[in-house]
């Protein structure tokens, strides 16, 4: 019966730690599978997206007058009136400078005076030559009087065309010396000043059409490709708000300085809120082309000259409270085309939304599973872990 209590204990004495053994083999299990996982290399994924690409320029212009005129004589002469000062607005067909105009007056009179000269003998020579052929026909006149008359009459044919020539250099000369506007607009430069020579072709002032204004911007190969469209557009900013505008040219040959496309924009500036010589902004955008697959440029990698990408597929089940999964991952070769937005154009076999290795380890191959990284989903928290294993790249 003594023996009977001792057995008793020593039972469960040895039940007590089997027992507790027994209560933390889980909790063994998650270290086990969270030491099996630091091996395991983290990635970043991102979806392969088809974007439209775009072509896109800022240009620095300035803004300049729809038309400008140099206003200059074709003839040299004394300024004799100058009617214009600088910002002085004028319109069109307005007396802006008269330069003394003796000399052409003096050369008019004489021209329309031997013109005049020359039809009055002209008259005379015809009645007479009429007056020669009749005696001519009656015998008492002869044939070398009616050919003296004849030709007299075409010599003084010729000097009055020519005295009606002068006649027209003469008046063109003197309405020369008035200087004209060509357009409205308005003075932006004054050269000259009252009772000066002015020598042929020298500028006397600039007249400038400041209700319109211009733009020239120069487009590129692409631009212009995109122009016979219909699907290039333009946006103009001054003192940084936008401002109406409107294509009105686009040259069809290149310069040969630049190799690109000088376009013409037309603003409408009869509110003279804006002047020439500011600076403004061009914005040229449009459609270049089809949609392409495009990922980040990370997401490329390459063996010798062949880029390929690592397409992640999701494996498993979630680990970790669904904090990281686990994702099998397969090479897909692909070829590399232009940069769109900030990525990089691809083509092989890809769908949109296919996710591809973004950031990872240099050493992942084909095969590979990989724990993903999740995204940041608010701004200052992430709910990726907050330390990556060496090796990865950013």
């Known amino acids: 019966m003594s023996s009977l209590p001792a057995k008793l204990a ?7 730690p089997i027992c507790l053994a027994g209560c933390d083999k889980p909790d063994q299990q998650g270290e086990q599978a969270g030491a099996a996982d630091l091996g395991v290399p983290r990635i970043r994924v991102a979806p392969v997206q088809e974007v439209v690409p775009q072509v896109s320029s ?3 212009v300035l803004l300049a007058p729809w038309r400008q005129a140099q206003l200059s004589p074709r003839f040299g002469g004394q300024i004799a009136e100058l009617l214009i000062a600088e910002q002085t607005e004028v319109a069109a067909d307005q007396l802006l400078v008269r330069l003394v105009d003796a000399d052409a007056r003096g050369s008019l009179i004489s021209a329309q005076a031997s013109r005049t000269s020359s039809e009055k003998r002209l008259v005379d020579l015809d009645r007479q ?26 010599t003084t044919r010729a000097s009055i065309r020519q005295a009606s020539g002068q006649v027209i250099q003469s008046r063109d000369r003197r309405q020369a010396n008035e200087i004209l506007a060509p357009f409205a607009g308005v003075i932006t430069s004054l050269d000259a000043e009252l009772g000066e020579y002015a020598s042929p072709g020298a500028r006397l002032a ?5 209700d319109i204004l211009a733009v020239d911007v120069p487009l590129s190969e692409f631009e212009m490709v995109v122009h016979e469209r219909g699907a290039l557009e333009f946006q103009v900013m001054v003192r940084g708000q936008p401002v109406d505008t409107s294509l009105e040219w686009i040259a069809r040959e290149a310069d040969s300085g630049t190799n690109t496309f000088p376009a013409r924009l037309r603003i409408n500036n009869a509110d003279k809120r804006l002047r020439a010589g500011e600076a403004a902004e061009v914005f040229v955008r449009g459609d270049k082309g089809k949609p392409e697959l495009v990922v980040p440029p990370t997401a490329v990698r390459w063996e010798s000259t062949q880029a390929y990408l690592l397409r992640a597929t999701t494996v498993g089940s979630a680990a970790q409270g669904g904090e990281q999964t686990r994702e099998q991952l397969e090479r897909v070769d692909v070829s590399v085309h232009e940069d769109v937005g900030g990525q990089v154009a691809v083509s092989g076999p890809l769908a949109v939304g296919d996710r591809v290795v973004s950031s990872g380890p240099s050493t ?31």
């Open 10 to 16: 020593m039972t469960l004495a040895l039940a007590v």
């Open 129 to 154: 030559l009429a007056d020669a052929r009749k005696l001519l026909e009656t015998g008492a006149g002869t044939r070398r009087e009616v050919e003296r008359l004849e030709t007299e009459i075409e």
């Open 364 to 394: 992942l191959v084909d095969g590979d599973e990989a724990i993903m990284i999740p995204q940041v989903t608010a701004p200052g928290r992430v709910t990726a872990p907050a330390r990556a294993p060496a090796g990865l790249s950013q």
């Open 58 to 60: 800022r240009h620095l």
């Open 206 to 210: 600039t007249l400038s059409e400041l």
